[in-house]
């Protein structure tokens, strides 16, 4: 397979003027070199996750068996072809309850020229422009 090549500008001019970058495994805050607060941004990029799922309830009743047969052994061999799965003849009923479901992704924020926050474990960029 070929690589093109594309031609280059001669003079090329990033508009970019710094980047900061890191990364954090806990909640906190970070002092970064000095930024022009109006001239930058932020870019987090989550390395982890937190919440929880939870459940409550009652349930009542009973499933038994019903039908089928065991396969049979004959001679020493296992014989599939008399064998069957029973079916569950009953009722089961769940009552109340309730569900709890929460999640968070973490990130970055830019608290002041020096600062940054991080809400939990990320990876962050502070990219500042001319």
């Known amino acids: 397979m070929a690589v093109n090549v594309f031609p280059v500008p001669s003079v090329s001019t990033s508009p970019i003027k710094s980047i900061q970058r890191g990364s954090a495994s806990s909640a906190g805050s970070i002092t970064i070199s000095s930024v022009v607060t109006k001239k930058t941004f932020v870019r987090g990029f989550s390395n982890g996750s937190a919440g929880s799922a ?4 009652t349930d009542s009743g009973t499933l038994s068996p019903s039908g089928g047969n065991d396969p049979k052994r004959e ?3 296992l014989t599939t ?3 069957g799965m029973p079916s569950y003849v009953g009722t089961r009923t769940f009552a ?3 569900t709890d479901l929460t999640s968070a992704e973490f990130g970055v924020y830019l608290v002041d020229s ?7 474990a990320c990876y962050y960029e502070i990219i500042e422009y001319i």
């Open 114 to 120: 020096t600062t940054i926050t991080v809400t939990g």
């Open 96 to 98: 109340a309850g309730a």
């Open 81 to 83: 072809s008399r064998g």
């Open 54 to 57: 939870g459940a409550t309830g």
């Open 75 to 77: 001679g020493g061999t």
